[in-house]
């Protein structure tokens, strides 16, 4: 989420055509297309954060930019040259690092919390617990995750440390309640 996002596609001898055909998982579908014989661009129903790297008689590359949860989806680039069709195909998968927090709730228990994160985090104790996580999904597609210190044995430890991880960063921190 909020970086950059550049697709390629294969510049072929003697291009005739190229489009760029997205299907986001939210809104509707956009192309982006060129003609080499009138040298011109167009766009139909695509944002401003998609557009071309560079030019694309030189390189049909797209970039999207500050990519965020609606473009996430399938984009398939087509070149029809005098050598023939070709297509690449991507699926863009969009990952939010969670908000990693932890403090005692109002019994004193150690409680982490890894907020709005996509693919949901993981959540692990050191002691271990065999407490169960609580994930609560949310409209965009994150999830937070929720889990509440319950110790394993009857050893008393002052110090919890609770490890977050997650494809996009992982986290720890360590709390005496």
């Given amino acids: 989420v909020g970086d950059s996002s550049v697709l390629s596609c294969a510049l072929k001898a003697n291009t005739n055509l190229v489009t760029w055909k997205i299907s986001p998982k939210a809104g509707g579908p956009c192309t982006l297309g060129y003609r080499a014989d009138t040298n011109m661009t167009n766009r139909t129903n695509c944002s401003d954060s998609i557009n071309w790297k560079?030019?694309?008689?030189?390189?049909?590359?797209?970039?999207?930019?500050?990519?965020?949860?609606?473009?996430?989806?399938?984009y398939t680039c087509e070149v029809a040259s005098t050598e023939g069709n070709f297509h690449t195909m991507y699926h863009l998968t969009v990952l939010a690092p969670p908000r990693p927090s932890l403090y005692c709730d109002e019994q004193g228990i150690p409680v982490c919390e890894a907020a709005a994160g996509k693919p949901?985090?993981?959540?692990?104790?050191?002691?271990?617990?065999?407490?169960?996580?609580?994930?609560?999904?949310?409209?965009?597609?994150t999830v937070t995750v929720l889990s509440r210190f319950t110790a394993c044995s009857t050893t008393v430890t002052n110090v919890t440390t609770c490890t977050?991880?997650?494809?996009?960063?992982?986290?720890?921190?360590?709390?005496?309640?």
């Avoid at 977050?164 to 309640?177: D, F, R």
Wanted: hydrophobic letters at 30%.
């Fill in 54 to 74: 560079f030019r694309p008689d030189l390189d049909p590359t797209i970039e999207i930019r500050q990519v965020g949860m609606a473009q996430e989806g399938n």
């Fill in 120 to 141: 949901p985090a993981q959540i692990s104790w050191d002691p271990e617990s065999n407490s169960t996580a609580e994930e609560e999904v949310h409209d965009n597609g």
């Fill in 164 to 177: 977050v991880s997650h494809p996009a960063g992982n986290w720890s921190q360590s709390i005496a309640c």
